[in-house]
Nanobody
Framework: QVHLVESGGGLVQPGGSLRLSCAGSRSIFSIYGMAWYRQAPGKQRELVAAITSGGMENYADSVKGRFTISRDNAKNTVSLQMNSLKPEDTAVYYC????????????WGQGTQVTVSS
């Protein structure tokens, strides 16, 4: 069993920055794709950013140019740097480990709240 633990959420004013981190309990990062999702009240969970095991990045259009995903396989961590935050970025953010094949399970963190408000 792998546990993913997010940290770094909180309350920030519009235009501010936050950095989310996700730490894994054991080394799966080298073969798993990693991603951040978010879910706002009353809305479906959506993909925010993803990074493959090889380091290729993908972003939702709504966060391109503002958010950056990165990973450190040696430390079993994935991070999301969020700049120029907007009120519509308010959501619970979840870390996801996406397996390279269907024989392996996916993993989710418990979520961390990000609130952008003045």
């Amino acid at each position: 069993q792998v546990h993913l633990v997010e940290s770094g959420g909180g309350l920030v004013q519009p235009g501010g920055s936050l950095r989310l981190s996700c730490a894994g309990s054991r080394s799966i990062f080298s073969i798993y794709g990693m991603a951040w999702y978010r879910q706002a009240p009353g809305k479906q969970r959506e993909l925010v950013a993803a990074i493959t095991s090889g380091g290729m990045e993908n972003y939702a259009d709504s966060v391109k140019g503002r958010f950056t995903i990165s990973r450190d396989n040696a430390k079993n961590t994935v991070s999301l740097q969020m700049n120029s935050l907007k009120p519509e970025d308010t959501a619970v953010y979840y870390c996801n480990a996406d397996p390279p094949n269907r024989l392996l399970p996916a993993y989710w963190g418990q979520g961390t709240q990000v609130t952008v408000s003045s």
